[in-house]
């Protein structure tokens, strides 16, 4: 349990025998009003600014028990010292005491919230500062492109001349690293919120088998009857440690069955809101007219193709450059497992290609990706300005730009830093 703040010293020695010092753990006793014990524990006191929030804080480690997390928090209520935190309140408290930035204060509750290994891994990243170190070059770069402008826009000796094209030629790269990061920030979105897969085919093409050998369980009733499964199905799994729900859906086929088509219409919205299509196809039986029109109406660009049941004799395969119709195409066997590594692998690349770069996982955060956008819009549209010699626009464009990422960070006041950045790099007033 964690005390922060003025009084988080005091509020441990009311209650704990053991004598705090700066950075060192001492052993004691929990005691009551009364004097007796409620537990033996440790304790360790940081003194402000070295702690987490940047204040005082005492950290006490005791026994796992509901029952004494619980009297100790009315024991540390009842010095009258301190409060129960709010959600966050610790972090919130580092972030407004500098001891990190915004994002990587985000990069906190990403971290908790992970649910898969890429999850935590990119999480890790930003906690580490990878993102807000790239962010703050990139501010910082803009910051000096805008101090540039203003300076030769305040010069009234003639001394100065803007270099309308050099200009253009520094914010260039800048906007080209902030849309890679925005791109990518795109594509591992799924990191933060994870991906939807629909499992699209004709009756019996093995949908429900796939999504029971994917799950290592009976989720889906499985039976040789076409049009079992009436309604989606979803379910939540990690694929190569990137968190997953699987939908599976009807069976796509023309009936007079009132359910069975609400069912049907059903799977067509999960094939729409999917970030990948699984389009399964009966291996051991003729293309049919069915599988026809299931092609024809799913998005290409977000499917592929399994072919299933090559435990069987088959007479669908894929061609040479391992396709089918046109889409990257698997083999696979629900009922002897084959085939199903190939798939996961297939099914990782395609909702996140970027695996192994850089970039991979740098920003997932949906606020992150809208202030890069921003930022990269208004880049361009200073570039514009500038080439038309309209110098007030283009400061106002660059300045935005900066505040898109100073968004990011968490800091509030870029106005001022420009100035600073001004006198900082030129002889203004001198």
Not at 371 to 386: C, I, K, V
């Given at each position: ?356 770069s850089e970039a991979e996982g740098l920003v997932t955060n949906v606020r992150h990706i809208g202030a890069l956008e921003d930022a990269?819009?208004a880049l361009e549209a200073a570039e514009n300005r500038l080439g038309d010699s309209d110098t007030d626009a283009a400061f106002y ?34």
């Amino acid at each position: 349990m964690r005390i922060t703040g003025p009084a988080a010293k005091p509020a441990a020695e009311a209650l704990f025998t053991g004598r705090l010092e700066h950075r060192r753990v001492s052993y004691g006793r929990i005691c009551d009003a009364d004097g007796s014990t409620v537990d033996t524990c440790c304790a360790a006191y940081f003194r402000a600014p070295s702690s987490y929030t940047g204040e005082d804080m005492v950290e006490i480690s005791f026994h796992g028990s509901p029952a004494v997390a619980a009297k100790l928090s009315g024991l540390i209520a009842n010095t009258g010292l301190a409060v129960p935190a709010e959600p966050g309140e610790f972090t919130k408290r580092a972030y407004l005491n500098g001891k990190m930035d915004l994002a990587r204060a985000e990069a906190v509750m990403d971290l908790i919230a992970s649910s898969a290994e890429r999850q935590r891994r990119a999480a890790a990243r930003q906690l580490e500062g990878r993102l807000s170190g790239e962010i703050a070059s990139l501010y910082e770069r803009t910051k000096l492109a805008l101090a540039r402008l203003a300076n030769a826009m305040d010069d009234d000796t003639g001394e100065v001349e803007l270099d309308e094209a050099a200009l253009i030629s520094e914010i260039a790269p800048i906007k080209s690293e902030i849309h890679a990061l925005a791109e990518g920030g795109m594509r591992s979105r799924i990191l933060r919120e994870g991906a939807r897969v629909a499992i699209i085919g004709s009756p019996n093409a093995g949908k429900s088998s796939l999504l029971n050998a994917l799950l290592l369980k009976e989720r889906a009733i499985v039976t040789e009857i076409p049009g079992t499964t009436r309604d989606t199905l979803e379910e939540s799994a990690a694929i190569d440690g990137l968190p997953v729900v699987f939908v599976d859906t009807a069976g796509i086929r023309s009936t007079f069955d009132s359910v069975e088509l609400m069912g049907i219409e059903r799977s067509r919205r999960a094939a729409e809101d999917a970030d990948l299509i699984l389009w399964l196809v009966d291996g051991s039986r003729p293309f049919s007219s069915e599988d026809e029109a299931i092609r024809a109406f799913i998005n290409v660009e977000r499917a592929v193709a399994v072919i299933t049941k090559s435990d069987l004799e088959n007479v669908i395969f894929p061609n040479e450059n391992g396709e089918f119709y046109g889409l990257e195409a698997v083999r696979i066997s629900a009922v002897s497992g084959d085939g199903l590594d190939a798939l996961k692998k297939l099914v990782s690349e395609r909702l996140l290609p970027c695996e192994g770069s850089e970039a991979e996982g740098l920003v997932t955060n949906v606020r992150h990706i809208g202030a890069l956008e921003d930022a990269l819009a208004a880049l361009e549209a200073a570039e514009n300005r500038l080439g038309d010699s309209d110098t007030d626009a283009a400061f106002y464009e660059l300045n935005a730009a900066m505040e898109h990422l100073a968004a990011i960070l968490g800091r509030e006041n870029p106005a001022e830093e420009l100035v600073d950045s001004i006198f900082a790099h030129f002889c203004m007033g001198k």
